[in-house]
């Protein structure tokens, strides 16, 4: 749009209207994500802040990743009982099902 005209045509008020409209509601979807965020966050606590909580009250957390591999390494440890190894396989199916 030329600024410095003293008047403007039609088609060129349409398309900076266009242009508003546009801009208008890209800024009320940023702000809505923004909200919707913030909801989250105040709903729910990092996994970071849940580990420390937990090891405070002598718990440890873990991933249902670090008990796949506990179990991967108790089934792959020659220490292992056989019912042990037995044991590891069926732990682990149940871990691989979820994912």
């Known amino acids: 749009?030329?600024?410095?005209?003293?008047?403007?045509?039609?088609?060129?008020?349409?398309?900076a209207l266009a242009k508003m409209k546009a801009s208008e509601k890209a800024e009320r979807k940023v702000s809505f994500l923004f909200l919707k965020q913030c909801t989250v966050r105040k709903k729910f606590r990092p996994i970071e802040q849940l580990k420390e909580e937990f090891e405070k009250l002598n718990m440890k957390m873990e991933t249902d990743y670090e008990i796949m591999v506990k179990l991967i390494s108790k089934f792959n440890s020659s220490a292992s009982t056989l019912d042990e190894k037995v044991a590891a396989l069926y732990d682990l199916e149940y871990y691989v099902h979820q994912v």
């Open 1 to 15: 749009v030329d600024v410095d005209a003293n008047s403007f045509t039609s088609e060129e008020l349409k398309k």
